[in-house]
């Protein structure tokens, strides 16, 4: 069974999972966590993600989600970028709910 997406444009990203947990992704959360190779490359280093919200802000809005098969969303970008695929495994990961964020290993916080 799929998750449930609904775009907000005032709350962000909202997932309903198939077991009815229900997580909340601000636009700049999901742009910052990014899964593609170059943003990824650049998370420890300033790039184009340091100065995204500060000079781009259309580049953390939210333009159009796609499916990827059956396991994932592919987000544009008010910038133009397209290139992260955002599994759902991924995403359920860093839901920062409270009752997720405490029951991450200590590690993945």
Known sequence: ???RLEVDPEEGLLIEWPDGHQSRYA???LREICPCA???DERNRPGVLRNLTQNAPNGARLRRVDAVGNYAISLLWGDGHNTGIYPFDYLRDRCDCLACRVARPEEAR
Request: charged share 35%; proline share 11%.
């Open 38 to 40: 170059a943003c990824r």
């Open 27 to 29: 636009f700049e959360r």
């Open 1 to 3: 069974m799929q998750p």
